[in-house]
Nanobody, 119 residues
Framework: QVQLVESGGGLVQPGGSLRLSCAASGTIFSINTMGWYRQAPGKQRERVARITSGGSTYYADSVKGRFSISRDNAKNTVSLQMISLKPEDTAVYYC?????????????WGQGTQVTVSS
């Protein structure tokens, strides 16, 4: 089993910054992808950014140039640095770990952390 624990959400004014962190524990294989998703009220969950264990990254168009994802493979952590935050970034942010045990892919999720961008 895998557990993901997020931290770093909160209330910030438009234009401000926040850093989200996620620590994974349990049975984690060396090849995996970690990422962040978000879900705003009344909307579907969407992928924000992800990073492979090899360091390849993906960003949603809506956050390119403002968000930066990074990870520490030795510590099984992933972070999301968010700058120039907008009200439309308000959502619950979820950490995700995607990996395979050689038989099947599986997704693990954190409990979510609220990010609110408001003046």
């Amino acid at each position: 089993q895998v557990q993901l624990v997020e931290s770093g959400g909160g209330l910030v004014q438009p234009g401000g910054s926040l850093r989200l962190s996620c620590a994974a524990s349990g049975t984690i294989f060396s090849i995996n992808t970690m990422g962040w998703y978000r879900q705003a009220p009344g909307k579907q969950r969407e992928r924000v950014a992800r990073i492979t264990s090899g360091g390849s990254t993906y960003y949603a168009d809506s956050v390119k140039g403002r968000f930066s994802i990074s990870r520490d493979n030795a510590k099984n952590t992933v972070s999301l640095q968010m700058i120039s935050l907008k009200p439309e970034d308000t959502a619950v942010y979820y950490c995700n770990l995607h990996q395979t045990n050689g038989l099947a892919f599986k997704d693990y999720w954190g409990q979510g952390t609220q990010v609110t961008v408001s003046s």
